[in-house]
């Protein structure tokens, strides 16, 4: 297993949980590390991204300046750091890693080579 992620859960509305993703140290495609969410129903959705080569993060719309990516290369893990939880963040949350930075389209999957197993997160009402 490349990815494994943990920290998924219930929670109410307005609540916090943080993820985390850790990826085997023998995975080769770590320069960028990201968290994609699908919620029931809809597509996969980019939620945020953090690379090594070029130095950077991006955080989706939807959740900026309520959610926070970042890693510890040291450890090779991600985390995911969700405040202020909406009913609408349901889903289920994964790991991804890839080689390449695809700029504006960071969220594009074809940049991610390895995907881990999800982590449900429930937030109600």
């Known amino acids: 297993v490349q990815l494994v992620e943990s920290g998924g859960g219930s929670v109410q509305a307005g609540g916090s949980l943080r993820l985390s993703c850790a990826a085997a140290r023998y995975t080769s495609s770590k320069n960028c590390m990201g968290w994609f969410r699908q919620a029931p129903g809809k597509t996969r959705e980019g939620i945020a991204t953090s690379c090594t080569l070029p130095r950077t993060t991006v955080t989706a719309g939807s959740v900026k300046g309520r959610f926070a990516i970042y890693r510890d290369n040291i450890e090779n893990t991600v985390y995911l750091q969700m405040n202020s939880l909406k009913p609408a963040d349901t889903g289920m949350y994964y790991c991804?890693?890839?080689?390449?930075?695809?700029?504006?389209?960071?969220?594009?999957?074809?940049?991610?080579?390895?995907w881990g197993q999800g982590t449900q997160v429930t937030v109600s009402s």
């Open positions: 991804a890693a890839g080689n390449s930075y695809g700029g504006p389209n960071w969220d594009r999957e074809e940049y991610y080579n390895y």
